[in-house]
């Protein structure tokens, strides 16, 4: 139960991010083109974590995941190709889905390590981290389709 309820919340916003766009979104230009730099920016800082401190990432990875280090590794490579996804155009939206379902697949390691000290760092809650992930996911969206027109607001005419 502590995996399952966070995990399918952060499931949903995907879902609901697509839902409440209805296939309509409106983009923003060139403040769109930054939130992708933004976006993947945390990935490629995360991805080097992975691979210089490779054992305290995976002192985070649940032990029902056997080699933790295979996993650490691995999951550094996603987030770096993640992170070169968003930034090409011809590759934004497989990136953007990709990492989206990257941050959903990472977050066990979240809830396992929340409220625990690795590294010297105290990781937050599960309920903090959750709120840090559905951010993150939603900016990642938002930087690639941008934002769902049902959630637009039109100015008001005088």
Request: net charge positive; proline share 7%; aromatic share 10%.
């Amino acid at each position: 139960m502590r995996y399952a309820v966070p995990m399918a919340l952060l499931a949903l916003v995907p879902a609901a991010f697509f839902v409440a766009a209805r296939g309509n979104f409106h983009a923003f230009g060139r403040t769109q083109r930054s939130l992708q730099i933004v976006a993947a920016a945390p990935l490629i800082v995360s991805a080097f974590g992975h691979f210089f401190r490779t054992a305290t990432f995976a002192s985070i990875v649940p032990p029902a995941f056997p080699d933790a280090t295979a996993w650490v590794v691995l999951t550094g490579v996603l987030e770096l190709a993640g992170a070169v996804g968003l930034l090409l155009p011809k590759t934004t939206k497989a990136a953007a889905v990709c990492v989206t379902l990257l941050m959903i697949a990472v977050f066990p390691a979240n809830i396992y390590a929340a409220g625990e000290t690795v590294g010297g760092l105290h990781m937050p809650s599960v309920s903090v981290r959750l709120t840090m992930q559905i951010v993150y996911v939603l900016l990642v969206l938002m930087a690639v389709w941008g934002v769902p027109a049902s959630l637009r607001r039109e100015p008001r005419l005088s």
